[in-house]
């Protein structure tokens, strides 16, 4: 019925091998989550950001990763619906938030300068939480200041309830902490909300940069981005540019204006240990 109902609704859909192959594998996802916690199999990967304006590496985004003993190394995709119906600590904006800080602690710590990470934080951390609250007492407890944290959310998060998302948002933001919108252009991209919401930088869609080097999309993404970027800077808002794959989606996104970029070409998301707080990178001509 709700594959039907995915589908449009209206029609019918025929429960067959696939369907009962994919609910199994959810039911067997579901019971060893159980005990991935206990265990220790999550663990935070980490992609590195890079400021276009400096060509320096001044964040990193975490990125949710279960380790789990049969299966191996399993991203979101492969768990994150289970994960958030489920009560595992992990899908908890708690566990997340306080390994964030302690690793922004440890970075900044090592290197004496200030850097960034970032979190993608589900609708129920933002509403069904305290979120400032807790965001104070974990930094203090890693001896970090707030603004070592950046909260990523998507317009799908915001818009499931926007009164109870911009007043957490806008709580957090009065601490130091930067917010960012994530997926830019992909969902409801409304600019009356735009105009509304408190965020420090909107995340252009990897979709769009893809499509600025597809022949057949380069036009209207190339329009696209640069309308983005416009309306950021007219707003006051910082603009990243995810999913750089190519020298020549990173020389665009840097003539159109981005301010930061994400990427494959940059790094890929990596254990703690790989990164490199503040390395400067450049690519080609453009990047020097
Ligand atoms: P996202 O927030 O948009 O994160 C970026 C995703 O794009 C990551 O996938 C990253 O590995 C991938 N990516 C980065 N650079 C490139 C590139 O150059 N090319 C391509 N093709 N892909 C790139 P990942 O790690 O599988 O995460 C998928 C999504 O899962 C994330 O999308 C985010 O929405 C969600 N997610 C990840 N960690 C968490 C978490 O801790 N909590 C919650 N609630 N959601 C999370
Ligand atoms: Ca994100
Ligand atoms: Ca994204």
């Given amino acids: 019925m709700y594959q039907a109902k995915r589908a449009g609704g209206s029609q019918v859909w025929s429960f067959g091998k696939e369907d009962a192959l994919r609910l199994s594998h959810r039911r067997r996802l579901r019971a060893d989550l159980e005990s991935a916690s206990a265990a220790r199999q999550f663990e935070l990967?980490?992609?590195?950001?890079?400021?276009?304006?400096?060509?320096?590496?001044?964040?990193?985004?975490?990125?949710?990763r279960w380790n789990h003993p049969q299966l191996g190394l399993l991203t979101p995709a492969d768990f994150l619906d289970v994960l958030l119906e489920?009560?595992?600590?992990?899908?908890?904006?708690?566990?997340?938030?306080?390994?964030?800080?302690?690793?922004?602690?440890?970075?900044?710590?090592?290197?004496?300068?200030?850097?960034?990470?970032?979190?993608?934080?589900s609708a129920t951390t933002i509403q069904n939480c305290d979120l400032a609250a807790l965001v104070a007492e974990a930094a203090?407890?890693?001896?970090?200041?707030?603004?070592?944290?950046?909260?990523?959310?998507?317009?799908?998060?915001v818009m499931s309830d926007f009164a109870a998302a911009s007043r957490a948002l806008s709580e957090v933001r009065r601490l130091g902490v930067t917010v960012s919108l994530d997926d830019f252009g992909t969902g409801y991209s409304s600019l009356a909300y735009l105009t509304?919401?408190?965020?420090?930088?909107?995340?252009i869609d990897k979709s769009f940069v893809q499509e600025l080097t597809a022949k057949e999309t380069c036009h209207r993404a190339h329009a696209?981005?640069?309308?983005?970027?416009?309306?950021s800077r007219a707003l006051?808002?910082?603009?990243?540019?995810?999913?750089?794959?190519?020298?020549?989606?990173?020389?665009?996104?840097?003539?159109?204006?981005?301010?930061?970029?994400?990427?494959?070409?940059?790094g890929k998301p990596v254990l703690a240990a790989r990164i490199e707080p503040y390395a400067k990178i450049s690519f080609g001509t453009v990047g020097a």
């Fill in 45 to 64: 990967y980490y992609q590195p950001q890079l400021d276009l304006h400096t060509g320096r590496i001044f964040g990193a985004e975490a990125l949710l």
């Fill in 86 to 121: 489920s009560s595992a600590y992990e899908a908890t904006g708690d566990w997340l938030i306080r390994l964030a800080f302690r690793q922004a602690a440890k970075w900044q710590t090592e290197n004496s300068i200030p850097f960034k990470v970032a979190v993608n934080l």
């Fill in 140 to 157: 203090e407890a890693a001896c970090v200041c707030p603004s070592a944290l950046d909260i990523e959310v998507t317009e799908n998060v």
């Fill in 196 to 203: 509304r919401l408190p965020v420090d930088r909107i995340k």
């Fill in 224 to 231: 696209m981005v640069e309308a983005m970027v416009a309306l």
């Fill in 236 to 266: 006051g808002i910082r603009t990243v540019a995810e999913g750089i794959e190519t020298e020549a989606q990173f020389a665009l996104v840097k003539e159109l204006g981005c301010d930061a970029v994400q990427g494959y070409l940059i």
